[in-house]
């Protein structure tokens, strides 16, 4: 995989001036306040069936973007007596909750660890939508691409930080040392939480993080779910291409970033095709808070692999997140 982007000299000086709209803070003061006054339950139920013996598996639904429940697993490690750090993990583009098997590296390191369905892209969480906006079959990016208030990532962003506000109802959890997490889809949506949720993050991971800098990425992205903007762009006039990216502002990191002050360590590599580092280093070097970035020189999409997890665990305990037990 070769070089699509900058070279990292150039990276680690770019920083385009991307202006938000004039009304981000109010679109998202209101949204996060509809989404609270219609409520909701919050539940986690004891799963006996997942043969996990080293861990309590919930299976929890909180209530997101106007009230709809939203699924998530909840694994802590078995025979833990207090409230434990709590990694809150956002997942990539198309991947559901899945099986709590899949999850068990930061229960197994001695943290909560919530994992959040994203609306419609896996099996236990619909998205039901507005009733209205711009449909486009080509997958999420251009659902509702018309107005911010009908777009997906509208729907999905409040459903990650309603995850935060549920915290306190759920069993183990300590929701005043919260991480947030995510690759890709996921790590923007964290840093859109960390913004969004100021004073209640202790620390943001945000490995490869997709949804940055969506005009270049539009231009230059080879591979995922960017190409689906352009593919619709194609059809359409140039009139809408600007109606489509002043969309796309209101979901952009790029945004949240500098709203966001918690620690933060970020991650990209510079043979990405998905995420270009471009983008990335966009939204890091606007982060409001102390941030580092993990270069990964010639990784694609998937970073560091295994290695990521290890990076982050040591970080986390620099910043005195670690659980108790290990230290």
């Not at 991307?18 to 998202?28: I, K, Q, R, T």
């Amino acid at each position: 995989m070769p070089l699509t982007d900058l070279d990292l000299d150039d990276l680690r000086t770019y920083r385009p001036d991307l202006a938000a709209p004039a009304d981000f803070d109010a679109f998202w003061a209101d949204t996060l306040a509809t989404a609270r006054a219609a409520d909701g339950t919050v539940t986690a139920e004891l799963r006996t069936d997942t043969r996990l013996t080293a861990f309590d598996v919930h299976d929890v639904r909180f209530p997101g973007w106007n009230g709809e429940p939203v699924a998530a697993w909840l694994l802590l490690p078995r025979g833990s007596t207090e409230p434990l750090p709590v990694i809150v993990k956002y997942l990539g583009y198309t991947c559901g909750r899945a099986l709590p098997a899949e999850h068990l590296l930061p229960p197994a390191a001695g943290y909560a660890h919530l994992v959040v369905d994203s609306r419609g892209q896996g099996h236990d969480t619909p998205d039901r939508g507005e009733g209205g906006g711009t449909q486009w079959v080509e997958g999420f990016m251009t659902r509702g691409i018309d107005s911010p208030r009908h777009h997906y990532y509208r729907r999905l962003i409040t459903d990650c930080v309603r995850a935060l506000d549920a915290l306190p109802q759920l069993p183990g959890t300590d929701s005043a040392r919260v991480v947030v997490s995510g690759a890709s889809q996921g790590g923007g949506l964290a840093l859109a939480v960390a913004a969004l949720a100021p004073g209640r993050v202790a620390a943001l991971l945000s490995d490869v993080p997709f949804l940055c800098h969506f005009r270049r990425a539009v231009q230059i992205a080879g591979e995922g779910p960017y190409p689906e903007i352009a593919k619709y762009l194609r059809w359409h006039s140039r009139e809408q291409e600007e109606r489509t990216f002043a969309t796309l502002a209101y979901f952009d990191g790029v945004h949240f970033a500098p709203r966001a002050s918690a620690p933060a360590l970020f991650s990209v590599g510079l043979m990405d095709p998905v995420c270009p580092p471009s983008t990335v280093f966009a939204a890091y070097h606007r982060y409001g808070g102390p941030a580092a970035i993990e270069v990964w020189r010639f990784a694609d999409h998937g970073g560091g692999y295994g290695s990521t997890p290890v990076k982050q665990l040591d970080w986390l305990a620099g910043h005195g997140l670690a659980p108790k037990s290990a230290g």
